[in-house]
């Protein structure tokens, strides 16, 4: 019914940057919450960024100052723009989204995942 699907990952230097990008798609009747989340190896999935339909926005404390969460409710994409990365944001990456599907109820929905790898 929904497909989300992020670009934008790969290999940077400590200090460098990237932007992430994720794009719903499908029968979509309403985008609520967006976010992003990372997993990396042997430790349990956690929020980074999330922001709500009305621009609200919540940081992890490890990321507040160098991520910056935005939206484009038009496209049904959300950006993660990722500044002054360190070796530790090494993760795999990943969007969720909280959507209505027609007129069904909402559900939570995710992305496939995008790898940034941060070398120093």
């Known amino acids: 019914q929904v497909q989300l699907v992020e670009s934008g990952g790969g290999l940077v230097q400590a200090g460098g940057s990237l932007r992430l990008s994720c794009a719903a798609s499908?029968?979509?009747?309403?985008?609520?919450?967006m976010g992003w989340y990372r997993q990396a190896p042997g430790k349990q999935r956690e929020s980074v960024a999330i922001i709500q339909a009305a621009g609200i926005t919540n940081y992890a404390d490890s990321v507040k100052g160098r991520f910056t969460i935005s939206r484009d409710n038009a496209k049904n994409t959300v950006y993660l723009q990722m500044d002054s990365l360190k070796p530790e944001d090494t993760s795999v990456y990943y969007c969720?989204?909280?959507?209505?599907?027609?007129?069904?109820?909402?559900?939570?929905?995710w992305g496939q995942g995008t790898q940034v790898t941060v070398s120093s």
């Open positions: 499908g029968n979509i009747f309403r985008i609520y919450n």
């Open positions: 969720n989204a909280h959507i209505a599907v027609g007129l069904g109820a909402v559900e939570n929905y």
